[in-house]
């Protein structure tokens, strides 16, 4: 921990042999990293101006914690101290899961135990958000990260916490969504009751069963899932067309409650739903709008959460499936004398930053923050570059000092070669400073205490690509 | 990865039963990551002013390579995956430790086999910061962390980097530390050079042994160190007084030369120090006035690093050791074709936000981002209050909505409760907007489209305290 104790070891780290990248744990390139970075920022940037407070758990929980989700434990990377001794090392003690530590695969299993440990420091409703690294041992062979960022966005209630909520939430993440440099994204959106009722109301008890046969749509069809239905949901062949029916139901506004309603859908647990679902349209639509829509084949999820569910999907890029995901549900934790309702959603963000760049989507204006690199005639006029350097960038315009005193057209190709827009030439001794653009060679007498690059070359900014084609 | 295959389970979550604080493990509410947060970000503001870029590398390495630190691995975690299951399973097969993986447990060694693995995609001389978490299975009852935020920055050369980058990357860091709500910092500097030269220029070859005695200076006094350099290093009386006059000098300007060659060094070597060393002192001296200071009783890290060193103690928290510590060191990494010398320095970031917040050294103007509650008259209204929050959102005011249309007091104690400054009551129907400062409660009309909050109350700024006494 303290870097005095601890110094950088050269002597040992030189000596590695072979270097091969890890499979599933994905690392950028400093140009990369900067999209990655501004995917952060826009993400915390919005989360905040929605006064939404930003935490960070420790990476690791008690394994029996983590084993509460009883189909992921076999994704938990466990962790033992290379020399554990004794009673100092609990994590060794790999049979008592009380004492042993994993890595967290979600951030949802962290926040539900951060909330119950701080519950007495926290002010409820906790607007949380949180943007942290998460591991899974996933077979690296499926093309899954092991190592990943996720960004998530929850409002947690003590005992209590209002519907309208939901919208607010999806709306927090529409306008994230909205600001990063992507293509066309659309939010789907259903809720529980809805579904529910639905097939109540229409003579349906097995309602799991229904959903989970019509979570099968996307990959088998609707022929498939019909016969799934008949076989075993104990459907009719008219109640099974009117489940297919009412999940081919998609509509940005509210008139998919007109559509429900003529195919049977009645009582007060359809009208519930209804009510929840076109309050989500209509906030989210206000705030940003052409990006929600009501989509009622969503089934994934619903034995889950207890309220409305998203999931969202990019244009020309389904084959991500939802980047983003969540819901109502009615406790994150309880204890003795508390429960926890919340609604949350998560971006996978490390895998859409993968795409953004795999793809093209988006790039950095330039690779490295640097905006102007000042030049060094020689080595004895080093300290005029360094003050040239230290005016600008009280200013705060990005720049670094040539590191050494080559010839000129070297330190132009060493600026041209990261992509910096701006070399300054200090004149010394009485001469007139110079400043030139490298992409339009246009050369100007310039000032460090008054110079200011054009706006957008001021800082690295995060471009969009054109749109690509849906396909 | 893909959140639309992996919804939270809240259905299991929330049967977790003892919830409890791991030793080692520091964890911080809502107001306190709000530090946290602001040290992170200063640290990045100013490396990317100088043009350093971001890079985050993974958190695992494989076993091999972290133990080429021969004397810190009994201080890493391995991890294996739970249920590992044959030829898919690296992890568990431990004892073969080129497929071993294990946390990080500094950011030295990914740097040097990330720049390996993508140095040609990299441009050199890189500058490059990073901030992440690193690992180490310390005994927690010696109050240090098992997991911790270290902030680096290095300048990494391929085959050369010029001498002047030690000064470069000091000042850096001053800059950093100069920006940071904390009290008055020193950066004591020595060089290898200087040390070296010293001992052999007045007739002490076994230079390790001396360095190994000056180094414990701080623990056991001067008297003590004088009787090992008399038992361990063959100096004679004389020459123990030498070295002890030597570590005695402490200068902030370039004087120390001058009581160097008094006490008899000499040659090239000794001069070649003195010369090193002044540059550095003059350098950062100019950027940051006050802070730097040669400190020729620096030893350790002497044996590792092979140019200038650095090391960094706070005023009135000496306890806190350095909590900034680095210097030169020729081979980061080498391979068949190049070697990486690098200059780098290296904050122990959660060590030291730790000690800002329990000696109450900077504390946030507020506990969460919102800077105005918007209230709600009743929810028939919400809509009027979210117009509110949408507009005063677009000029970047952090603003929310009061989750309940409660009484106006029950939502004003809301936002006191918080610290948010304002409250905003929508007129509604023609009536005129008013907003109310909590503190001073004093209400005035307002208009969401052009009204402004007073500059330092629009986002959360982190106030450094009045500074503690010097002990």
């Known amino acids: 921990m303290d870097p005095g104790t601890q110094p950088k070891n050269q002597k040992d780290v030189h000596r590695m042999a072979k270097i091969a990248a890890l499979s599933g744990f994905p690392e950028w390139l400093p140009a990369e990293r900067l999209v990655e970075q ?15 407070s930003g935490i960070e758990t420790r990476a690791v929980e008690p394994l029996e914690q983590l084993l509460r989700k009883g189909e992921i434990d076999k994704e938990v990377y466990v962790l033992r101290r290379l020399h554990a001794e004794g009673e ?4 060794q003690t790999g049979n008592d899961q009380s004492r042993t530590l994993g890595l967290h695969f979600d951030l949802t299993v962290p926040l539900a135990r951060y909330v119950l440990e701080h519950q007495n420091d926290l002010a409820f409703p906790l607007r949380r958000f949180q943007i942290q690294k998460v591991w899974r041992g996933e077979r690296p062979q499926d093309g899954r990260f092991r190592e990943f960022y996720q960004a998530d966005l929850d409002v947690i209630g003590q005992d209590t916490l209002p519907g309208h909520i939901e919208a607010e939430v999806a709306t927090v993440m529409a306008e994230i969504l909205d600001r990063l440099p992507m293509p066309q994204f659309t939010i789907h959106a259903n809720t529980r009751r809805l579904s ?55 509509t940005r506004d509210g008139s998919f409650a007109e559509q429900v309603r003529q195919l049977g859908g009645s009582g007060e647990m359809v009208e519930q739903g209804i009510a929840e679902l076109t309050a989500v349209l209509e906030r989210v639509e206000a705030a940003v709008p052409g990006v929600i829509m009501a989509d009622l084949s969503i089934a994934r999820g619903l034995d889950y959460y207890t309220g409305t569910v998203f999931e969202t999907f990019v244009t ?33 963000l490390s895998r859409l930053v993968s795409r953004l760049l795999s793809a093209g989507l988006a790039r950095p204006s330039r690779k490295v923050p640097t905006c102007v690199l000042v030049s060094v005639a020689d080595e004895e006029q080093r300290h005029l570059s360094d ?14 000092v040539a590191p050494t005193a080559a010839k000129f057209g070297k330190q132009i190709r060493y600026a ?13 001794e009485g001469a007139a400073d110079e400043v030139k653009d490298i992409r339009s060679g246009e050369q100007t ?9 054009p706006a957008e070359d001021r800082t690295v900014r995060v471009l969009a690509a054109e749109q690509t084609a849906t396909p």
Do not use: M
């Open 38 to 52: 501004h995917v952060i920022d826009v993400f915390r940037e919005v989360a905040e101006l929605h006064g939404f």
């Open 88 to 91: 100092d090392a609990p994590e």
């Open 196 to 250: 529910e009722g639905f097939f109540r109301s229409i003579g349906l008890e097995d309602q799991t069963a229904v959903l989970r046969s019509l979570d099968k749509l996307p990959k088998v069809g609707a022929e498939a899932v019909r016969e799934l239905l008949l076989a075993e949901t104990g459907a009719t062949p008219e109640q099974a067309q009117a489940c297919l029916d009412f999940a081919a139901i998609r």
């Open 316 to 348: 020309g890029h389904e084959s991500l499936g939802s980047i983003c995901s969540g819901g109502r549900y009615d406790s994150l934790a309880v204890d003795n004398r508390h429960t926890y309702p919340g609604v949350g959603l998560s971006i996978g």
């Open 387 to 400: 003050a040239v350097a230290r005016s600008l960038r009280s200013r705060g315009i990005p720049c670094e």
């Open 416 to 428: 041209d070669r990261r992509g910096i827009p701006f070399i300054w030439f200090p004149g010394g």
């Open 445 to 453: 007498a310039a000032e460090a205490t008054v110079w200011e690059p």
